[in-house]
């Protein structure tokens, strides 16, 4: 099992990044979801996308990032617009099989004002 994530970078406020996250050898997937940990701070959600193709967010993003999955390809993307100082963070990806969580091992987006 392995989820490959990539994407990430250095980017001006203001800009945009695609995070991609792949999945391999994970089977059934159902909820695909981004979370990022900014330095000195808890994990905290971005968004989830579910099996039907429903999406949720934080409050924080709203508006600016989309979530959206590829289901024959196992992967699920991040679009990140209108990137803010804050948004810098280690963003990881989530995966739910049948039985067990999978996690990413993240990639660094970091925001200059």
């Known amino acids: 099992v392995q989820l490959v994530e990539s994407g990430g970078g250095l980017v001006q406020a203001g800009g945009s990044l695609r995070l991609p996250c792949a999945a391999s050898?994970?089977?059934?997937?159902?909820?695909m979801g981004w979370y990022r940990q900014a330095p000195g701070k808890q994990r905290e959600l971005v968004g989830v996308i579910s099996s039907g193709g429903s999406t949720n967010y934080a409050d924080s993003v709203k508006g600016r990032f989309t979530i959206s999955r590829d289901i024959a390809k196992n992967t699920v993307y991040l679009q990140m617009n209108s990137l803010k100082p804050e948004d810098t963070a280690v963003y990881y990806c989530k995966m739910v099989g049948t039985t067990s969580v999978y996690w990413g091992q993240g990639t660094q987006v970091t925001v200059s004002s």
């Open positions: 050898g994970i089977f059934s997937i159902s909820n």
